[in-house]
């Protein structure tokens, strides 16, 4: 894995890109309320559709995340790239998992639609940096002048720094924006997977790019999060730094990481 300052400047760069990402965001963060996380959560955590996820994973062969400027491979190839740098660093198994399936709550997208931005045409509610609704959004954002056409802008209680919150409350107890990252979190946690805490946590937040890169949303940080923050940190290496247009998958790789995937997770069937 390449880790030199010069290689890290041809990531996450958002100022010459395609409309489609623009848009995406534009969308994300105008639609993006209160009112429409605590939609989605009612709507789509059901656990009502039991699926392989060896079956997932053939699925999201297809899936390109039009958010990403660093990359146009479909989602399942960035998550073995991810996987494969996480173990020849020698890191533990259930971290290599986690690079393996991190972006796999993407999956929505078979059931959802247009309206909630939960489709392959609008993917607003799906992909992108995520963000803590119910208070102010933070000035360290991908595209900040977005934030204006929040609507929960104009709410009072939404508006302050704490805003329904309060001061180190911990993430945990605060509502992100609707995306891969909390589903995925939410059917693993529902499954009763065999993943430490640690890996739901960095599924979890491994999107929230103004905490865990920009310094934001410290005021509701607590013990919990001060202690798994080095685990955002060091993941965030492997979800970044390797991608890459180039993939070699061989069956002996594939093997290794079916293997892993019915060791973790209810012996590879899971409930959507």
């Not at 997932?56 to 995340?65: G, H, I, Q, R, S």
């Amino acid at each position: 894995m390449n880790n030199s300052n010069e290689s890290k400047k041809e990531f996450r760069k958002y100022d010459n890109v395609e409309e489609d990402i623009k848009r995406t965001y534009y969308l994300s963060r105008k639609h993006q309320t209160v009112e429409y996380v605590e939609r989605m959560h009612q709507k789509y955590l059901t656990f009502e559709r039991k699926m392989n996820v060896l079956d997932v994973f053939e699925k999201l062969e297809k899936f390109v995340d039009i958010s990403d400027p660093d990359i146009t491979l479909p989602n399942y190839f960035h998550g073995i790239q991810t996987a494969e740098g996480i173990r020849k660093d020698g890191h533990p198994e259930w971290l290599q998992l986690v690079g393996l399936i991190h972006d796999i709550g993407k999956i929505i997208y078979l059931w959802g639609c247009d309206e909630d931005g939960t489709s392959l045409k609008e993917q607003w509610g799906m992909v992108g940096d995520t963000f803590i609704v119910g208070c102010q959004l933070p000035e360290k954002i991908v595209y900040p002048e977005y934030n204006k056409e929040n609507k929960d802008k104009d709410i009072p209680e939404y508006s302050t720094q704490l805003g329904i919150y309060s001061k180190n409350c911990g993430l945990e107890n605060v509502k992100c924006s609707w995306g891969h990252d909390e589903y995925l979190y939410q059917v693993l946690k529902h499954n009763q997977c065999r993943l430490p805490e640690e890996a739901l946590y960095i599924i979890r937040y491994h999107s929230l790019y103004s905490y865990h890169t920009n310094g934001e949303y410290q005021h509701f940080v607590n013990q919990k999060d001060k202690e798994y923050f080095k685990w955002l940190k060091l993941f965030n290496k492997y979800d970044l730094y390797t991608k890459s247009e180039e993939v070699t998958l061989d069956e002996e790789t594939k093997e290794y990481y079916q293997n892993l995937v019915k060791k973790y997770l209810n012996n590879g069937v899971l409930n959507f």
